[in-house]
């Protein structure tokens, strides 16, 4: 149980459909783990609202994680943001000074690096990665592995999207133009080291498809997932199958959670043995 009292700092998770939303779960735990006198609960709400949503925000509370459809919305509303808001288009963190100032951040990218790293995948110059889907999720892991300095092939279904994207990432990265390639999804050629799905195919309660047929898969060394629901995608099956390192995006879920308490606590959170004991208890509990 998490325990609240008028001196607890309150922070919550912003969207419209979040009654199926870990974050919750995650992030009193990371709090209660770090003995920190403080709770996290989500708040729901429509766009017509926002700049209400925000005034009570800056008053009220210590931070906040922001998810689909408000992302980009709240960024006209900070005081303040990181290069990352700015090469991703998008914020999803934000912390409250206590002069009622919004810092914006975006966390997604460092949790889907540590979510690699923690399965011993670690994105380098060497790297040459393959991103399935050209959306806001596509945009933020490949600014991740371009600034680990990896080779990003994006793999659109919408060609236009693509080249949007790829024009974003160039100017993101000092080089990185240099080391994106655009390809249609369905016409996917070379060998990688490693391939991630940012699209919603194999997402509940649609049908378990993958986004890409084995053959693809059989020519990447490990994959990732940012699909959390289902805990194993079709698209993880055929890569176990294959003998392929899986990468659940539950665990870039979670870690992006702890970036963000990285963010509101200036670093003093729980420990990274306690951050992975709190993992394999959500990871159980989802399997």
């Not at 403080?38 to 800056?58: G, K, N």
């Not at 210590?62 to 998008?90: H, M, Q, R």
């Not at 300095?149 to 994006?154: E, L, S």
């Not at 899986?246 to 003093?268: D, H, P, T």
Request: contains cysteine.
């Amino acid at each position: 149980m998490v325990s609240i009292d008028a001196d607890s700092a309150r922070y919550c998770l912003l969207g419209r459909k979040l009654s199926h939303s870990l974050s919750p779960q995650i992030q009193n735990a990371l709090f209660r783990s770090a003995g920190e006198n403080a709770f996290y609960f989500t708040l729901p709400f429509e766009p017509e609202i926002m700049a209400e949503t925000v005034t009570v925000l800056r008053a009220c509370f210590s931070g906040f994680n922001i998810t689909i459809p408000y992302k980009e919305l709240i960024i006209p509303y900070l005081d303040e943001y990181d290069e990352t808001v700015s090469a991703c288009g998008a914020c999803n963190t934000v912390k409250v000074t206590p002069r009622g100032d919004l810092i914006g951040y975006n966390t997604d990218g460092l949790g889907f690096l540590r979510a690699l790293r923690e399965a011993f995948v670690v994105p380098d110059k060497d790297t040459r990665a393959l991103v399935l889907g050209s959306g806001g999720a596509a945009r933020s892991l490949a600014y991740a592995l371009l600034r680990e300095g990896a080779h990003v092939t994006i793999a659109a279904r919408n060609m236009e999207t693509g080249e949007a994207l790829i024009k974003a990432l160039s100017t993101s990265v000092k080089g990185g133009g240099e080391r994106l390639e655009l390809m249609d999804l369905y016409d996917i050629k070379g060998d990688y080291g490693l391939l991630c799905n940012t699209t919603p195919v194999g997402m509940y309660p649609s049908e378990p498809e993958s986004p890409v047929p084995a053959r693809i898969v059989s020519r990447c060394d490990a994959v990732f997932d940012a699909v959390y629901n289902p805990l194993t995608t079709r698209l993880l099956d055929i890569a176990a199958q294959e003998g392929k390192k899986c990468i659940s995006g539950l665990a870039m879920l979670f870690y992006q959670a702890v970036e963000a308490q990285s963010v509101w606590l200036s670093g003093s959170i729980a420990s990274k043995s306690e951050q992975r004991r709190i993992y394999r208890e959500l990871y159980a509990s989802r399997a």
